[in-house]
């Protein structure tokens, strides 16, 4: 793990970080003095950096939640407590904290709280695009746009500084491009001031019990203290005069980037007004553009929030302006990349840009490299093994997790799919009027802890007749091996080891437990669970077999170990192909299976799967 | 030429984090403003890892257009496939490492049918260079990327970035137990050519 103790310093520095880097050094500036959160990306380096400080000098306290709903809970009452708090998440984490979320502007947080977004145009590596500016009209809710690393470390800054002035919260939503962007940064001094640790919580400084009648004087609250912003939002723009009279065009994010490097193609520029503070908008800024312009552009990533704001303005102040949004559903799609942007912009005003040059067209093209499971992942074993297990009509429901991968080809396992911890809900619906297809899901061990016990407490209190698997590997990976409850140690230090086994024995459903190595024995409970009637968990168990080589190649003693197939014995079957799929296979161009030694970890979990038993450890041990 | 876009790629696990952040790092030392953006994410197991690198004056975003990469790195011929086919312009450079990775549909089809004439003949298409990669006697299959990186340096690729530049990166980025290990096979290949 890199060091990150640079953002302690407390001299102004500059230096080449990441986004997510970049606003931990705005947390620790701010005097942000709780920070919580559940892994997800583009947001987990945020807590890379976080874990690359010294724990005894990092001047705030951190965890990892078990949800995103708890953890803004976490992060609210610290607030109210007095201390300047911070939740981050990913995009469609919100949802589940949505609950909670939604309450926070009705309530005077002491401390003040910025609520991080990373919001994922494109759906890089979450199951929607949602645009969580939606959320920001839905609980009155202001929101800072930041475009690069500098503007992320300068909004969180100016978010803190209008939280804590106003006791309110703040979004600053970043999305994935911007996260992970790295351009040099330009940071402040750092003071180290000392903390106030007195528990400031007041009940009596608000109302904090939003109760039938109790709810309109906190909802007033929030819309004055969100009708408050306008001048911050007026200061926020960023126009760049063109000195074009005819057309222009309003943007922000890191749209305005890909805007920016687009014009190296225009024959004549557009004005631009680039909006900081997006919600709620600088209406006095919009109006003069529009007002000094004949046609404005919206250029929007994902849905038409402002183009319906602006829209609104320009018609109560009866402007003549011709504004332009959104024209098909491919601009409501995707991030908007600079190639992406060059299309709209043509497409609206086709002599501004000069065409793109394309290259040559190549006649070949390289065949499709999805995501797939490491070499030796237990889910491979499970999925494998399972499949054995499930007739050809019954169902299999999916969840969210490295596992969600077992959809793909070969194993095709896990037919439909939510969000974390949906299964168990989903599969008692498809038990419903259903006597001829068995059902069965699959669910990982950290979703269980996020959002899976209610569906699996359901599926008892109302008899629900379907399988789970948990697809135990004892970390949350597929966002970077993050602990979770059942870990037994948090973000800091060891805690008591929650076992979801005994979690649901404690409901006193039947459990019946395997590693998924042994995959005759796993085909065979999933079987006999799937022939049960009434709701039955079985516990695929092996551990994450990434993080497990990872650390294993950090110790002096380690020596790499690879299978090795017998060619002499191989009577090309190619189970271990197209069935088992593990990536460290190799297919010579004459038909032959061989290993490809930098993949292979030599787990031996495939030896088993060769009908003609050609696969074994190899006996000269790699090289390292 | 105002600016120079490199778009470096490979499979999960190969060590494209490292070379990017190399590269980066070298551009900001050689004083050049930089630009970037890796991926993350579930994208990392198994699939096509990509990042894109922006070295120069008058750039914004760290993202860059199809077929407008100057440079391509890959390290895998699939990738290097790939990456040309989407990102590289006419008359730009692919520098690959020739290993391959192959992906599901490949061994499924249970023939392989991508080598080095491949990549040749596609780029002669757009009449690019390319720079072919191989090392016999690799002391670690996870130098692969340092190999690149010594090619790179050797050939100039990157015009602006010296040799010294790489080394000053590299010595910042590697624990000194792997650094000594890694700056010997790349002074050995900055030396052969």
Not at chain 1, 228 to 243: A, G, H, I, M, R
Not at chain 1, 330 to 336: G, R
């Amino acid at each position: 793990m890199p060091s990150f103790n640079f953002l302690l310093q407390k001299d102004p520095f500059s230096r080449i970080v990441m986004g997510n880097t970049a606003i931990v050094r705005a947390m620790v500036e701010s005097g942000t003095r709780v920070v919580t959160s559940y892994p997800g990306s583009p947001t987990p380096e945020i807590a890379d950096a976080i874990s690359g400080m010294n724990p005894q000098d990092r001047p705030f306290y951190f965890e990892f939640s078990t949800n995103e709903k708890v953890a803004t809970e976490v992060a609210f009452g610290a607030s109210i407590n007095g201390h300047l708090s911070c939740v981050f998440f990913k995009s469609v984490g919100l949802n589940v904290a949505a609950d909670s979320f939604v309450q926070l502007s009705h309530m005077v947080l002491k401390g003040g709280m910025v609520v991080v977004l990373g919001d994922d145009p494109g759906a890089n590596s979450s199951q929607n695009e949602q645009d969580n500016r939606h959320y920001a009209h839905l609980s009155y809710t202001p929101v800072l746009e930041p475009a690069n690393p500098q503007e992320v470390y300068d909004m969180y800054l100016q978010a803190a500084d209008i939280a804590t002035k106003k006791q309110m919260p703040v979004i600053l939503r970043l999305t994935t491009h911007v996260c992970h962007a790295k351009s040099r940064v330009e940071f402040n001094e750092w003071s180290n001031p000392p903390m106030d640790t007195t528990p400031g919580f007041d009940p009596t400084l608000a109302n904090y019990i939003p109760i039938t009648n109790r709810v309109h004087p906190m909802k007033r609250m929030a819309l004055e203290k969100l009708d408050s912003l306008k001048p911050d939002s007026e200061k926020s723009v960023f126009k760049v005069d063109n000195n074009n009279r005819e057309r222009g065009i309003i943007t922000s994010g890191l749209t305005f980037l890909s805007l920016m490097d687009t014009l190296q193609y225009a024959n004549h520029k557009p004005d631009i007004l680039k909006l900081g503070m997006v919600y709620p908008i600088p209406e006095q800024a919009i109006k003069d553009f529009l007002s000094s312009h004949k046609e404005v552009k919206i250029l929007e990533e994902l849905d038409n929030i402002l183009e319906k704001d602006i829209k609104a303005l320009a018609f109560d102040s009866s402007i003549k302006c011709r504004i332009i949004g959104k024209s098909g559903f491919d601009d409501w799609q995707n991030e908007y990349t600079p190639e992406k942007v060059h299309s709209i912009i043509s497409s609206v005003w086709p002599d501004m840009l000069a065409k793109r040059p394309e290259p040559e067209k190549l006649s070949v093209s390289a065949p499709p490299r999805p995501a797939q499971m490491c070499p030796g992942c237990g889910h491979r074993s499970a999925f494998f093994a399972i499949k054995k297990a499930v007739g050809v009509e019954d169902i299999t429901v999916a969840d969210i997790g490295c596992h969600t991968l077992g959809f793909l080809p070969p194993y095709n396992m896990g037919q439909v799919l939510l969000c974390m911890g949906a299964s168990p809900g989903i599969g008692a619906g498809l038990s419903l009027f259903n006597d001829k297809r068995k059902v069965l899901a699959f669910m990982g061990d950290s979703t269980f802890f996020h959002a899976g016990a209610a569906g699996v407490i359901n599926n008892i209190f109302n008899n629900h007749n379907m399988t789970l698997i948990l697809m135990e590997n004892g970390t949350t990976a597929m966002t970077g091996h993050q602990n979770h409850p059942g870990v037994g140690h948090n973000f800091d230090e060891i805690t008591q080891k929650i076992s979801p086994k005994a979690v649901f024995e404690s409901y006193g459903i039947k459990v019946r437990e395997v590693d998924t190595y042994q995959q005759a024995k796993l085909t065979a409970m999933v079987k006999e669970s799937m022939d049960e009637d009434g709701f039955n968990v079985v516990i695929a168990r092996h551990p994450c077999m990434l993080k497990f080589t990872r650390e294993q190649r950090r110790k002096t003693s380690f020596t790499p170990k690879t299978v090795t197939v017998d060619q002499s014995s191989c009577d090309h079957n190619y189970t271990c192909i197209s069935s088992f799929g593990c990536p460290s296979f190799f297919i010579t161009d004459e038909g032959n299976v061989t290993i490809n030694e930098d993949l292979c970890i030599g787990d031996g979990s495939c030896i088993q799967t060769c009908p003609s038993d050609a696969i074994d450890f190899s006996r000269n041990k790699k090289e390292k | 030429m105002n600016f120079h876009n490199i778009y470096i790629t490979g499979v999960g696990g190969q060590g494209i984090g490292l070379l990017s952040e190399t590269m980066l790092l070298s551009g900001d030392f050689a004083g050049l403003d930089v630009r970037a953006v890796d991926t993350h994410g579930l994208a990392q197991r198994g699939g096509t890892v990509e990042s894109f690198l922006r070295l120069g004056k008058n750039i914004h975003s760290p993202l860059i257009a199809p077929g407008m990469a100057d440079l391509v790195i890959a390290l895998e011929i699939n990738e290097a496939l790939r990456g040309m086919d989407k990102y590289l312009r006419n008359n730009g450079t692919l520098i690959y490492y020739d290993t391959q990775w192959q992906p599901l549909e490949v061994r499924l089809s249970r023939k392989s049918t991508l080598n080095e004439d491949v990549i040749n003949t596609q780029a002669k298409i757009r009449n690019c260079n390319v720079h072919r990669v191989f090392v016999e006697d690799l002391p670690d299959t996870r130098m692969q990327n340092v190999a690149i990186l010594g090619t790179i340096a050797a050939k100039k690729l990157v015009e602006g970035i010296t040799p010294e530049h790489y080394i000053q990166a590299l010595s910042q980025l590697l624990k000194p137990s792997v650094l000594k290990g890694n700056l010997e096979v790349f002074n050995k290949i900055l030396l052969k050519k």
